[in-house]
């Protein structure tokens, strides 16, 4: 059973950065497609980026290029996800979900628990 | 960027009753058509994926159907445990895009 476990919530203060962790068990991590979704306060889904490590080429979403990167470490089984030059509007609750195959565009099988970060001053 | 739109935005039913959600894409994503299920403080659940198959241990009484740019979820006896928001989302063309969901409550 594929289990993505995140780090924990986040405060960040505006224009900081933030590091979110993923870390995949009970699959072969390499032969999956790794994508990050955010929820804001009371909102709905939105897609961000997603990479397929044995590729190692991310593929962000407009609304994010050039603030986000997305790395994995198949060491470790682990994905993160960095935002850079953070804003109030970031406020949300960032998901890591993993589905297993290459294939891409893609669904997400697989969800984490969620991380919460909170920008603010 | 293919919108999806998801109706109706909230649904008031009881258990029991046959529940049917629908989402309409802007252009057609073939059959590449997802739906989740989120309940409060979780992570939403795959349900479905291609249009029709279910995901692993996903009940019979959910079922999806639809092709190109019409596309239905349904719930055919509603249980308490079914009451929560559904999305759609679709997968064939970047970038990756949500409908806004449906609420079904009580």
């Known amino acids: 059973q594929i289990q993505l476990v995140q780090s924990g919530a986040e405060v960040k203060r505006p224009g900081s950065s933030v590091s979110v962790s993923c870390k995949a068990s009970?699959?072969?991590?390499?032969?999956?497609?790794i994508t990050w979704v955010r929820q804001a306060p009371g909102q709905g889904l939105e897609w961000m980026g997603g990479?397929?490590?044995?590729?190692?080429?991310?593929n962000y979403a407009q609304n994010f290029q050039g603030r986000i990167t997305i790395t994995t470490d198949e060491s470790t089984n682990t994905a993160y996800m960095e935002l850079s030059s953070l804003r109030s509007d970031d406020t949300a609750v960032y998901y890591c979900?993993?589905?297993?195959?290459?294939?891409?565009?893609?669904?997400?099988?697989?969800w984490g628990q969620g991380t919460l970060v909170t920008v603010s001053s | 960027e293919i919108v999806l739109t998801q109706s109706p935005a909230t649904l008031s039913v009881s258990p029991g009753e046959r529940v049917t959600l629908s989402c309409m894409a802007s252009?057609?994503?073939?059959?590449?058509l997802a739906w989740y299920q989120q309940k409060p403080g979780q992570a939403p659940r795959l349900l479905i994926y291609?249009?029709?198959k279910r995901a692993t241990g996903i009940p019979a009484r959910f079922s999806g159907r639809g092709s190109g740019t019409d596309f239905t979820l349904t719930i055919s006896s509603l249980e308490p445990e079914d009451f929560a928001v559904y999305y759609c989302?679709?997968?064939?063309?970047?970038?990756?895009?949500f409908g806004g969901g449906t609420n079904v409550e009580i």
């Open positions: 252009q057609t994503v073939d059959s590449f």
């Open positions: 979900t993993m589905v297993r195959g290459v294939i891409t565009p893609n669904f997400f099988e697989h």
């Open positions: 990479i397929v490590p044995i590729f190692g080429t991310p």
């Open positions: 009970g699959g072969t991590f390499s032969k999956t497609v």
């Open positions: 989302q679709q997968y064939t063309n970047w970038p990756l895009t």
């Open positions: 291609d249009t029709s």
